[in-house]
């Protein structure tokens, strides 16, 4: 991997950092000597159900210790709902904190607990406006203070000393993408509510060095500075560092809070599916796992949630690798009839890429305006793809549904090119022609890696969970529902808005891994991984980093077969988007917890942390 290094940050010593929870009740210099468990096994303890169905009721989540009370980010009423948790078994709703008074209309992205101060992030009204960071006293929750920050601030964490609070301003642009601000990390000092702003515009020189290198900078007219989306944020407990996620440029950037700096961007490279041990179900359609490896089909990790810890004096990044694409004005009929200053959309059925005809017959329904504009249609590579029967000038079974035909893919990468990077042509019958008006791909990209990964400091991959998520749902060994009797494989790769929806979310990004949290307990650390779309935590012991494996998991929708809509009350735990964990000597009853948000069900669940002893 590269990194571009324009300034030599300090070395840094960091410990565990929390994902926007809690601070502890402990005192730091408490000497009394934690027991470590020989192993972990999570339970359900209880939910509060907002009663809204599919619009992100319940998402982020933190939690105080003092007062024993969770705070959900509340998407629907854009505010946050406050929860009592001193009975774990059954949470309750106290009052919901809206931020009308700041701007009519705003709304909260996130939330985070660091002592007896809370923070929002807080969206405008138009996204695409600067946004605000509001302080909040957590006892009494009154507005301490607030500050500007960039566009669309997404997620915020505080330093684990107290002194500033860092928001990943995503800046996305505005559906016709005739408006993208540019991305950045807003750094806020809690004491005057003063803001330094570490930006990309430094960068925007090294684009063609950046996109070799495997940043995905592709948006229309892209700056570096504005291509750059600031998804999730993780900081190191000496407050030094904080690692942000560029999730749809599938690249890591760590700040240097002291100096409001970026100084470093590391792409992520890709996942090789075409190896024995990545594979994915690319089908949807078959009714059943299929985990198959595929030459020439690669996986970017493009991580949403991410967290740090540290083993042996050295820093190690967690991520998520959930995948996400762009996909602006597909609301818009105006794009799909040919209007590319619509939108930008760059997912694509690899069985409509590759349709022997070309693609002007999707003209109107899925075609994105800018891929027609590039070529007419696309082979794939015989050298490659040789496998499922690609020819020259013939796709082959290689586009058939139960093969990749289902698979969705970006159009924007992959395909051969000339020295100047424009796209290498092909005549319609597959033969390499300057006037031709036919791409070539020798790879195709799918988004999302299926998996956990960790990371060192200097952007190399030192684990990776392969494709064991898929497995482990497709086996005997899995099952779900709080009393686990239900057989996952029966629900494999399900879709968590849908009934009897076995193997619906093969095609695009599987299980989807979401949220992840890391928590110490003893001298073990575990990474807390929640499925968006299957549902669930899957939990693995990560103490040593390069040997991490699977230890449980734990998926707490109750009802498979019918409309989770019409069984609400009685479905569980749908869509899980936050997850904060919980010390023992922070939680109500003395047991190390999982606060969850759930936004498809609009539920926050806790799980216990069960720690098993020799």
Known sequence: ?????????????????GCGGSSSKKDSGDATPIPTPETIELSFSGRYSSGEY????????????????????NALAGAVDVLDMSNISAPSFLETITVDDIVIGAVVNSVAVQGDLMAFAIEAPIKTDLGFVAVYDANTLERLGQAQVGAQPDMLAFTPD????????EGEPSDDYSIDPEGSISIVNVSDYAVRTAGFQFFNGQIDDLRAAG???????????????PEYVAITPDSKTAWVSLQENNALAKVDIATATVTDIFPLGYKDHGIDGNGIDASDTDGEANINFFPGVVGMYQPDSIAVYSVAGKNYIV??????????????QAYWDGDASQGFVEEFRLKHLTRSNGWAGRVGDDLPPQLNELANGAFLNPDVFGYCGATVGDIGNCRDDDVLGRLTITWTMGYQTNEDGSPKMYDSSGIQDDHGDWLMYDQVYAFGGRSVSIWSESGKLVWDSADQMEQYLASDDCMAGSARNIPCKDFF???HSAANSIDNRSDNKGPEPEGVAVGQLGDKFYAFVGLERMGGVMVYDVTDPKNAFFVDYLNTREIWDQDPEAVLATVGDLGIEGITFIAAQDSPNGEALLLIGNEVSGTTSIYQINQIFD
């Open 215 to 229: 940043v995905r900078i592709f948006g229309p007219n892209a700056t570096v500075a504005k291509d750059l989306e």
């Open 319 to 332: 991520t998520a690798n959930e995948g996400d694409a762009r996909a602006w004005g597909e609301d818009n």
């Open 1 to 17: 991997m590269n990194s571009f290094i324009k300034m030599s940050p300090a070395l840094l010593l960091a410990v565990l950092a």
């Open 162 to 169: 107290g002194k500033y609070i860092v928001v990943a301003n």
């Open 493 to 495: 790769n399900s879709n």
């Open 54 to 73: 599919l619009v992100s009721a319940a998402e982020i989540t933190a939690y105080h210790p003092e007062s024993q009370r969770a705070f959900v980010v």
